[in-house]
């Protein structure tokens, strides 16, 4: 598999506004090497340079140190033929003009892609169709509700049938049923497309950074700090998967179980007076499981009850950052 | 430039063109207000000559210079600060990425502006010398109409430079190019003849390309014309053609640099400046 | 108490806005940019009919024509700035800044507003005027020949010129709340009306007889007609209109009209307002 992106140490200064001579780093050293073909997440915090990072990839903004390569080409000086096979949509943003209708304006943006008029309006219908919004294909956008402006700027990403298509917070204010058409609509997008497409996502959803990325880095302060599968994050940031366990007996002895291949941590508390005990494990996998309900059966115990705690992205998020995802500075755990 | 970039650009001047026909035809109050309202200050002037008891040519040259205002306004405002509302909007980030010239966007919008401007200028003079009772004296009219259409190409060509700041510059540049309307209608002699400045200020009035248009079209429409001209007619169509080249030229020169400075200061993307 | 704390309310609306319009009218560039812009453009203006002048009359035109178009041209600078600029507070808040619907669900009374924007624009009007008058007297013919009782007059007289043109400002503001962007022109225009109609750089008389008729009931053009009189000391300026005609009664015309624009611009904002809000155009921005 080829690769769609990749950048070697990029770092990105601005000027720092409260002080002169001072430079403030948005993204420094980032190396990332995207496959084609597949849904990339960038998941951060408010200012951790995501944002950055994709205005540097789109070619709307140039790097300080270090290179970007966008289908092979430098975004530096071969920003001429990265623009053909690109588009970017940024949630909450309009786009075109108000006094054009919906497919006018679609139309206007694939010129500028030089897609002749009549395979343009073929796309353009069948996009308004797909997004639920062929009614208004006539109606002028300064009649459109928010909602529907941003569905139409959506479409305008794909119109022009991008190689690499960047999303910034697509469903950034999106109703829900609206929101999950479009996390459908990109996940279909790029897995039945004829040729590999590439999406780079931003988002602030762990949900739908989990539901729809196929691998995704986790950034803060213009660094990354995690770059894996939603799968594998989970499980080595949060620490593998935990275990809740309740058994009925007083005199049950848990430090037993402390010792047990497997058993990254425990920790137990007596719930009621009946003498109901609760466990909780954090295994580094699910087969040292097996040996603690065994130990615990082989001890003439009987357990009441066994719960899995599904470790989530937020969780390997609040691990890796300190902090919540929808959270500021403040929230540090 | 290969056919298919040279045909994805035509398709992309044609498309930013397209906006602003159909705009105008969408909104018809643009009738009231720039075909009705602007020829109020016209007038004015034009009264202002009534009141001397000059003669009824030089009312002419008021009509006239007062409908070419048309001109300098929609390059001011539809061109040149035509990228401020794009930036604000966030369809100048669009047009970045996209894979056409920019220079596209700017000719597409000098052509549809252009087009709407060109009869503005005419219903303008038209309805001005209809009130005043202004007769023509037409050396040729093909010159006439050549010298018109070069005006407006030199003027948009030169508004079309100017819109290459608005890539980085927000609100100051707007506000700055207010400098550009009153003084540039008393340089470039929209209600008095360029001569009346002297020769020296009028070279430097001669950089405006419609300085010299108006006075040509002047030579070429009114008896006293050519009594006032500040240069002969064919000097003034040879240097309004070398002053389209020019400022084409250095819109797409500025147009590249300031978008690479664009890109280096993060800039393009800056909003509510 | 309650009528203090309501003049303190009112006076807060206006002095805050009347920092936030000099804060957007002077903070987009460098002082010196600024001032030169302040002082360029209506200079410009001025030199336009000076050479209109010197172009169709020669050197030896009439000091009296000077005089005349000199000081209408300063008091249109305030009717042009101050009307300019109240309507542009529209586009500004709604198109530009994209805040005009916050400030419309806040407490704040609109009307003040709208006025406290204005005074920017007034204090930017005043800069160009002191400049105008600095270059009139220092390079062109320019002789004042004010009396020392006609001055309380003419302060009067000018106070309530320009409470009449703030009334007009707030009457266009309410035109432009229903109107595209382009209404941007219509600010411009209707000061062209007052330019055409209000005897600002040539006299009223040699419009044709309906439009005269139009001008004399228009208070710009009573306010024009009576700082002429007080500042160049006599009663036969060289518009023939006004002839015969008392700078008393043109005083009371000036009253009576700027009391009849205070009452229609209140009707007229609260009409206009409603119409925007039930058209559902108080936030629309336009582009194209």
């Known amino acids: 598999m080829s690769t769609a992106i990749k950048t070697t140490r990029l770092s990105r200064a601005f000027a720092d506004a409260g002080a002169k001579d001072k430079n403030f780093w948005a993204l420094g050293d980032i190396s990332l090497e995207i496959p084609e073909g597949c849904i990339y997440g960038l998941l951060g915090p408010n200012g951790a340079g995501k944002t950055t990072l994709i205005k540097i990839l789109s070619t709307l903004l140039l790097p300080t140190s270090g290179e970007a390569l966008v289908a092979g080409y430098n975004v530096d000086n071969e920003y001429d033929k990265i623009r053909p096979i690109i588009n970017m949509v940024s949630g909450g943003e309009n786009c075109g003009y108000g006094i054009l209708t919906v497919a006018e304006n679609l139309w206007m943006f694939t010129q500028f892609y030089g897609i002749p008029t009549k395979q343009a309006m073929a796309k353009i219908k069948d996009l308004l169709e797909i997004m639920n919004l062929s009614e208004k294909a006539d109606t002028k956008i300064n009649k459109l509700s928010t909602g529907m402006r941003q569905k139409m700027n959506f479409i305008r990403g794909f119109v022009t049938d991008p190689k690499i298509l960047f999303l910034d917070e697509p469903t950034l204010g999106l109703d829900v049923n609206a929101a999950r058409e479009t996390r459908k609509f990109v996940t279909d997008w790029v897995k039945n497309a004829s040729e590999p497409k590439t999406v780079i996502l931003t988002t602030h959803y762990m949900q739908e950074a989990d539901e729809m990325c196929g691998k995704l880095a986790i950034i803060d302060h213009g660094r990354i700090l995690a770059n894996d599968t939603p799968k594998n994050l989970k499980k080595q940031e949060a620490g593998g998967v935990s275990y809740t366990i309740n058994v009925a007996y007083r005199d049950f002895d848990p430090q037993a179980l402390r010792t047990l291949p497997g058993v990254s941590s425990f920790a137990h508390s007596v719930l009621n007076e009946q003498g109901l005990i609760e466990m909780v494990f954090n295994l580094s996998d699910d087969s040292a499981l097996a040996k603690i309900i065994e130990k615990i059966s082989s001890s003439g115990f009987s357990i009441n009850n066994i719960q899995k705690k599904e470790f989530t992205l937020e969780d390997a998020f609040i691990k890796l950052v300190g902090r919540r995802l929808s959270g500021g500075e403040g929230d540090t755990l | 430039m290969s056919m298919n970039e040279l045909i994805k650009n035509l398709r992309g001047i044609w498309a930013r063109a397209y906006v602003r026909i159909v705009g105008v035809n969408r909104e018809p109050s643009w009738l009231i207000f720039e075909l009705f309202f602007p020829l109020l200050p016209i007038c004015s002037f034009a009264f202002v000559y009534k009141s001397m008891n000059a003669p009824s040519d030089y009312l002419g040259f008021v009509i006239l210079g007062g409908a070419m205002t048309a001109i300098w306004m929609n390059v001011l405002w539809g061109m040149a600060a035509q990228f401020f509302w794009e930036r604000e909007s966030g369809n100048l980030t669009l047009y970045m990425l996209c894979p056409m010239s920019t220079m596209a966007v700017l000719v597409g919008m000098a052509l549809g502006s252009g087009f709407s401007t060109f009869f503005r200028v005419i219903i303008t003079f038209m309805i001005g010398k209809l009130i005043f009772g202004i007769t023509l004296h037409v050396a040729s009219y093909f010159w006439l109409f050549a010298t018109f259409i070069l005006t407006i190409a030199a003027v948009f060509s030169l508004g079309m430079m100017m819109a290459s700041f608005f890539l980085l510059y927000g609100r100051d540049a707007w506000n700055i190019l207010t400098v550009f309307m009153e003084p540039v209608f008393f340089l470039s002699g929209f209600y008095f003849p360029v001569k009346t400045l002297g020769y020296p200020l009028g070279a430097i009035a001669s950089l405006i390309p419609i300085t010299l248009g108006l006075d040509a079209m002047r030579q070429l429409a009114f008896r006293l014309g050519p009594e006032t001209a500040f240069l002969p007619v064919k000097a003034e169509i040879l240097i309004l053609l070398a002053l389209s080249a020019i400022y084409l030229a250095g819109a797409r020169y500025l147009l590249k640099k300031l978008e690479y400075i664009g890109r280096r200061e993060g800039r393009l993307t800056l909003r509510w400046q | ?288």
């Not at chain 3, 009919?49 to 008091?75: E, H, K, Q, W």
């Not at chain 3, 270059?135 to 009449?164: C, D, E, Y």
């Not at chain 3, 595209?180 to 000061?191: F, L, W």
């Open chain 3, 1 to 288: 108490m309650a009528v203090k704390d309501f003049y303190g309310r009112l006076s807060g609306i206006v002095k805050s806005s009347a920092w936030l319009g000099w804060q957007l009218e002077s903070n987009w560039a460098d002082p010196w940019i600024f001032a030169v812009i302040t002082i360029i453009r209506p200079l410009a203006s001025l030199f336009i009919i000076i050479f209109m002048f010197r172009f169709a009359l020669g050197p030896a035109a009439s000091p009296d024509f000077f005089n005349f178009f000199f000081i209408g041209n300063v008091i249109y600078l305030y009717v042009y700035n101050v009307l300019f600029g109240i309507s542009q507070v529209i586009f500004e808040d709604r198109e530009h800044y994209e805040v005009i619907k916050y400030i419309y669900i806040s407490p704040v009374n609109w009307y003040l507003y709208f006025i406290g924007r204005g005074f920017a624009r007034f204090i930017v009007a005043s800069v160009s005027c002191a400049v105008t008058i600095a270059a009139g007297m220092l390079f062109l013919p320019l002789k004042f020949n004010m009396t020392a009782a006609a001055f309380p007059a003419f302060m009067l007289s000018f106070a309530v010129g320009l409470v009449s043109i703030f009334f007009m400002g707030i009457i266009m503001c309410a035109l432009t709340l229903v109107m595209a962007r382009h209404g941007n022109m219509m600010s411009e225009s209707i000061s062209g009306i007052f330019f055409i109609s209000c005897g600002v750089i040539f006299p009223i008389s040699a419009l044709p007889e309906w439009l005269q008729k139009i001008s004399a009931v228009i208070p710009v053009s009573y306010w024009l007609e009576i700082s002429r009189r007080l500042i160049l000391g006599t009663d036969n300026t060289i518009d023939g209109v006004w002839h015969g005609i008392s700078t008393g009664s043109l005083m009371a015309r000036l009253g009576v009209s700027t009391v009849i624009l205070f009452i229609f611009s209140i009707l007229f904002f609260n009409y206009m307002s409603m119409l925007a809000r039930s058209k559902g155009i108080i936030d629309r921005t336009t582009s194209y």
